[in-house]
């Protein structure tokens, strides 16, 4: 059963500081790995994505490292600000046969303290 | 906005009744996603239409079925309603199935089953 794991569930950081949020993944198949982010009665919204072929991707305050033989990737959020305050889900998709499915961690709920 | 477009936003009904919820993809997306976000359960994968043609199938209950109409708008029908079907469903679109292919969330329709 394709599998993403994500931890920690919840994770409280003080403004400025560094938030990281880590998934590992089971299924080798997987070809994209794309971070969301969700603020409450919204959708989940794309934050950043990376390929296996790549071991890192930033894009402002958003840093994806990715390690494919440990089967694990990562978020960091430099310089945590409160309006990045919201439930951070990784996900994994891969085509399967004639379909793209994404399949997502349990979700990160971050809070950054002013 | 995503362009992902999701009627209606709210939805309080009685065990038992049928409901159907209505999605409209961002223009030029031809694949469209159903998933249901529950506190317990998290953002779980229902089914995948592309282009018309139901393309992959998740944990969706027997008594929920989809389709995706020629003008590539989406319906999910959901009947003989539960309590535990109370949840936040969402529509998301993607042009395409191949990696990297954002996948964009709609605002979600959120169901009450009282």
């Known amino acids: 059963q394709q599998q993403v794991k994500q931890s920690p569930q919840s994770l409280i950081v003080q403004k400025g500081g560094i938030s990281i949020i880590n998934c590992a993944y089971e299924?080798?198949?997987?070809?994209?790995f794309p971070w969301y982010q969700q603020f409450p009665g919204k959708g989940p919204a794309l934050l950043i994505a990376?390929?296996?072929?790549?071991s890192e991707k930033k894009e402002g305050r958003f840093t994806i490292s990715f390690n494919k033989s440990a089967k694990q990737f990562s978020l960091h959020i430099m310089d945590s600000q409160p309006g990045d305050s919201a439930t951070y889900f990784c996900?994994?998709?891969?085509?399967?046969?004639?379909?793209?499915?994404?399949?997502f961690g349990s979700g990160t709920q971050l809070t950054v303290l002013p | 906005d995503s362009g992902v477009t999701q009627t209606p936003k709210h939805l309080i009904t009685a065990t038992g009744q049928r409901v159907t919820l209505r999605c409209s993809p961002r223009s030029g997306d031809l694949s469209v996603y159903w998933y249901q976000q529950s506190l317990d359960q998290g953002l779980q994968f229902l089914i995948q239409?592309?282009?018309?043609?139901?393309?992959a199938k998740g944990n969706i209950l027997e008594r929920f079925s989809a389709q995706q109409f020629p003008d590539l708008h989406s319906e999910l029908n959901l009947s003989s309603l539960e309590l535990g079907d109370s949840a936040l469903y969402f529509c998301?679109?993607?042009?395409?199935?191949?990696?990297?292919?954002?996948?964009?969330f709609g605002e979600g329709s959120w169901l009450t089953v009282v």
């Open positions: 990376i390929r296996p072929d790549v």
């Open positions: 996900a994994a998709s891969s085509l399967g046969g004639s379909a793209r499915q994404l399949t």
């Open positions: 299924n080798t198949a997987f070809d994209y």
């Open positions: 998301a679109s993607s042009v395409g199935l191949g990696a990297g292919n954002t996948i964009y």
């Open positions: 239409y592309y282009n018309g043609e139901e393309r």
